[in-house]
């Protein structure tokens, strides 16, 4: 069953042993799609398993929810995929909300623990975090942060690292990024 296009795909793994947590996360290119496949996956029998489809932005604003990705859960369901083909720009979404990122002391606190805590995997070279714009209703890239490293390796082990641990309460889904659209903040 197929509902579109998806821009990430993320299968939540434990970091000692390399097996699945029984849940990912995805985001549609097309963001109208995910009430579709929320709609369509939910519920559905999956061997001796339900599939759980639900927004995995927690705490935002309906609006801002209308972006998050979608967590689809799989009890005990193990699949073989992940964050896409590795660049040095790590995307990580599902670790802020619009609301967070508008205080400009607060947006400068977030930007310093995401730093602080890449730079244990390797050299940072640039964080970008999109903010919203008072007045425009859709900037590209807001809710999410992108971390450039100096290398594909070190951008690995921050992958590897932060997919399904926790920030603000958030379980943070990761993806790799084309590093040519990050320079040209083509979120």
């Known amino acids: 069953?197929?509902?579109?296009?998806?821009?990430?795909?993320?299968?939540?793994?434990?970091?000692?042993?390399?097996?699945?947590?029984?849940?990912?996360?995805?985001?549609?290119?097309?963001?109208?799609?995910?009430?579709?496949?929320?709609?369509?996956?939910n519920g559905m029998q999956l061997?001796?398993?339900k599939l759980i489809v639900q927004r995995a932005s927690v705490g935002a604003k309906a609006t801002a929810a209308m972006a998050a990705p979608v967590a689809i859960q799989v009890p005990g369901l193990s699949m073989m995929t992940g964050p896409g083909q590795p660049t040095e720009v790590l995307c990580l979404m599902n670790m802020v909300v619009p609301e967070e990122l508008q205080d400009d002391?607060?947006?400068?606190?977030?930007?310093?623990?995401?730093?602080?805590?890449?730079?244990?995997?390797?050299?940072?070279?640039?964080?970008?975090?999109?903010?919203?714009?008072?007045?425009?209703?859709?900037?590209?890239?807001?809710?999410?942060?992108?971390?450039?490293?100096?290398?594909?390796?070190?951008?690995?082990?921050?992958?590897?690292?932060?997919?399904?641990?926790?920030?603000?309460s958030r379980v943070v889904v990761t993806s790799y990024f084309d590093p040519d659209r990050y320079h040209r903040r083509d979120f």
């Open 1 to 41: 069953m197929s509902f579109g296009q998806l821009k990430a795909f993320n299968l939540v793994k434990d970091s000692a042993t390399g097996l699945s947590k029984g849940y990912a996360f995805c985001e549609y290119i097309d963001t109208i799609i995910t009430d579709q496949a929320i709609a369509g996956l």
């Open 47 to 49: 061997g001796d398993k």
């Open 105 to 168: 002391e607060e947006y400068e606190d977030i930007l310093d623990d995401i730093r602080e805590e890449c730079s244990k995997y390797g050299n940072v070279r640039s964080v970008e975090i999109p903010r919203p714009v008072p007045g425009v209703d859709h900037i590209p890239g807001v809710g999410k942060v992108y971390v450039e490293f100096s290398a594909i390796s070190e951008a690995q082990k921050a992958q590897q690292a932060l997919t399904g641990r926790k920030f603000a």
